[in-house]
């Protein structure tokens, strides 16, 4: 079993910054990619980065140039780093890990809210 906890999460105006870290726990070395994934209210789940153990690097379009995500191996953890925040990026931002054999892992999940 794989635990993921998310935090950083919460409400802020326009073109702010957060950051969101992922702290796995558990059978880590069955981790391969971790990334990141928001669902906004009435929508479906969406892809927002990936990074692989070797830290190649994935984004929606809608986030290139704004966030960055990072991952420290020897502490099993994964970071998103949002700066330029839209309101369109207001979602439920969910942690993520593939566990290629095993059952993937997701977090519970933390709002990010904001406002115009």
């Known amino acids: 079993q794989v635990q993921l906890v998310e935090s950083g999460g919460g409400s802020l105006q326009a073109g702010g910054s957060l950051r969101l870290s992922c702290a796995a726990s558990?059978?880590?070395?069955?981790?391969?990619?971790m990334g990141w994934y928001r669902q906004a209210p009435g929508k479906q789940r969406e892809l927002v980065a990936t990074?692989?153990?070797?830290?190649?690097?994935n984004y929606a379009d809608s986030v290139k140039g704004r966030f960055t995500i990072s991952r420290d191996n020897g502490k099993s953890t994964v970071n998103l780093q949002m700066n330029d925040l839209k309101p369109e990026d207001t979602a439920v931002y969910y942690c993520?890990?593939?566990?290629?054999?095993?059952?993937?892992?997701w977090g519970q999940g933390t709002q990010v809210t904001v406002s115009s």
């Open positions: 558990g059978r880590i070395s069955s981790i391969s990619d």
């Open positions: 993520h890990a593939n566990r290629p054999g095993w059952r993937d892992a």
């Open positions: 990074i692989t153990r070797g830290s190649n690097t």
